[in-house]
């Protein structure tokens, strides 16, 4: 009997506050995030298309989705990482995001990797 193919993707996530593409007095806060995503399972699998939720401070909500991410669509092997950054702007000096990743394994398996939930947070606003 065949072992059972596991489809496990690891994303880890940091985020960083961008002063100089900032406008406190306007209300624009950017943020860069760096995220590392690890085929933690058997299978190669592509990564197709992301779904991101962005949350400012006073609780509203944008979605972002689209194909890939920064123009890329990896092919990650099992145990192989890829690695990007990318911005966001809010309205708040704080927010937070989640999202998943959508990914296609080789064997034609579908699956979505869940992002964890991580603080935006322009420093010394943390009460």
């Known amino acids: 009997m065949a072992a059972e193919k596991k489809y496990t993707v690891k994303i880890a996530s940091q985020s960083r506050y961008l002063p100089e593409q900032s406008n406190p007095e306007q209300g624009v806060y950017a943020f860069s995030y760096t995220v590392t995503i690890t085929n933690a399972g058997d299978v ?73 939930e991580f603080e935006l947070s322009m420093p010394r606003t943390l009460h």
């Open 44 to 116: 190669p699998s592509q990564l197709i298309s992301r779904h991101w939720v962005i949350e400012d401070g006073n609780g509203r909500t944008k979605e972002v989705t689209g194909l890939g991410v920064v123009g890329h669509q990896p092919l990650l092997r099992p145990g192989q990482s890829f690695e990007y950054t990318s911005g966001s702007q809010i309205d708040t000096p704080s927010g937070r995001m989640h999202g998943s990743y959508f990914f296609v394994a080789e064997d034609g398996t579908r699956f979505d990797a869940p992002i964890a």
